[in-house]
């Protein structure tokens, strides 16, 4: 709401929530369930703590069929492995776009909500979702491999094969723990910067 408020003529502003619960249900996923997901493509839940991706990759796929964006943005808690790859301070980012990526680092400078780029090579780790039952699974293999941009790649694995826009992921896990008892805001004043707000 803080870019809306601020206004972006000509430019339309979409949000999709992709809220998820870990909780305890005779609904609840289990290890080894197959979800068919938005984007059509079925995921091996080998990781039942990873629900988190399985909405996002919802939420991007329903982006790309109904609003057609010229660009998703994403932004989580995505993983812990972000505070082993970019620390407690900056965000980790996952761009398929070198201009939105320096756009985005540039952003966070200006106005403090430092982010630095993950790897960005799909090709190189989509092989840690392999499955035999499915098209994927929703967890990596490796957990020493790029785990931060390996849960990116299965968000960007969820746009639609057609969309042509950009695709900015915010892992901001360890950038929105809470300091002093309160949570850090983290992310809002990024998004205001990188639409040219801050």
Known sequence: SAVKCGGLPGQPLHAVLCLAENSVSPDATRPDDIHTLYSGRTVEI?????EGRLVLADGVAYACRHLRPARIITAATLTGA????TGQLHAGIFCDSADLEAAAVRAGRRCGDTVFPLIFAPELLRGEFASTVADMKNSVADRNNAQSACAATFIYDHLAPDYTGEFLHVD?????EFKNGRATGFGVALLLAL???L
């Open 46 to 50: 080998n990781n039942t703590d990873a």
């Open 82 to 85: 972000q505070s082993m790859a």
């Open 172 to 176: 901001l896990a360890g950038p929105v």
């Open 195 to 197: 639409h040219g707000k």
